[in-house]
């Protein structure tokens, strides 16, 4: 009596155990690209960050000098206004002493009022002529601060990135980006687990391994592509 021969494997088995191992490669490609993208994100946020502390930096120290320049303008406006409303006070006093017969208290006076225009021309040299504000009789009167600061900030942001709340906010979308991609890569894993689990068991459980996998990982796609889907519209 001859011996029987094994016999030959299920071709069912052999598909099962083909479709699971094809998973498991997709899923493990998939899984590399999505920590990629995670790591690159989370790099580009902490760029982001960092150029946005720059920003910060830039700006305050803008800022800074602004108000020290302000202030400068400030004391030679003063120095200026003053001045020249002295200027004009003792005229009143030369007209005056001219007028009584003080020929020589009106000539020391107007020695004075030369003197007195002088240091109103020496504060006018220090000035930024251009953001003084006139009245009607065309005197100036103020300083105009707001136009200064702007055309500072305006003129140092041409060499050097002074807004750091764009910064800030593009870190801050990095880094949900990276959050997003952490918590989609964790999904993934569970998607491996339960194939993998089906490609190791040999039981008829091994079906609810491989639908559970199969489920967890059509359920990412459908997320990212109805994100995807609500980002393009503007919805999100």
Known sequence: MSESSPPPPAKKSERFSTVTTVLIALIS?????????SALASGNATEAQHNGVLAKINLERVTGSTNTLIASNRRAFADYHFSRSLYFLTFDYINQAEANGSSPLGTRLRLEAAGQLEESYNAY???????????????????DEANFTNDQLQTAAIYQDLNY???????????????YLGASLFVWFLSLM?????????????????????????????????????????LG
């Open 194 to 234: 339960f194939v993998t689990w089906a490609e190791i068991t040999k039981s008829a459980v091994r079906w609810l391994w491989l639908a559970a996998g199969v489920l967890i990982a059509l359920g990412i796609v459908v997320v990212y592509v109805g994100s995807s889907v609500i980002t393009a519209m503007g």
């Open 165 to 179: 709340a764009d910064n800030i906010a593009e870190a801050d979308s990095y880094r949900n980006e990276g959050l």
């Open 125 to 143: 040299n220090y000035l930024d002529s251009a953001y003084l504000i006139a009245d009607e009789a065309d005197e100036f009167y103020d300083f």
């Open 29 to 37: 490609t998939i899984i590399a690209l999505v920590a990629s993208q």
